[in-house]
């Protein structure tokens, strides 16, 4: 619907109204026996993900810069360098495959005032940033990740596994 505005200052313009200019996705389900919400908008200069926990408002807000980490060299998809002959590898080292890429750096912007609450929101946000980067891999965006999650502290190796899953859903 579009409407016509004007003032004595200012000749007359049209209004239209359009839905929000971002690609956005919204997906629901339980994490940590808790109903999470994770919201997905992209923008042309970021990647703007809310996960949210019951009523609880965003009270950590981290930004992980993705440029930088897209730009690397002889660096695969997990993070881990490729310069490495046979002799490097004594034994196979498949748990380092669950780790996020060790050149992404998380950075706290607002919150995270507990020490656990910003290690556990500086983990799962360069976790974010690896499945980005699997997924996308000249993905030069900055991810902004806004979390409202309840029970931090106590969320525990499969709370924090079931709260990914739902971001990778999202992605």
Known sequence: MAST??????????VEHTPFPAPSKTIS??????????TR???????????SQ???????????PL??????????????NTNYSHSDLDEDD???????????????????????????GQTLATMIGSAV???????????VLGLGLQGVGEMGRQGFEEVVGLVLDCL
């Open 94 to 120: 498949g748990d380092t495959d669950l780790l996020p890429r060790s050149d992404l750096t998380a950075t706290t912007l607002l919150g995270g005032t507990k020490r656990e609450d910003e290690m556990v």
């Open 41 to 51: 908008m992209s923008f042309t200069d970021r990647l703007l993900l809310t996960i």
């Open 5 to 14: 505005i004007s003032t004595p200052a200012t000749p007359a313009y049209t």
């Open 54 to 64: 019951g009523e609880r408002s965003f009270s950590h807000w981290i930004h992980v």
């Open 29 to 38: 389900g339980y994490a940590n026996d808790t109903f999470t919400t994770v």
């Open 67 to 80: 440029a930088s980490a897209s730009s690397s060299e002889n660096v695969n998809p997990m993070g881990r």
């Open 133 to 143: 980067l699997m997924k996308r891999p000249r993905e030069e965006r900055l991810l």
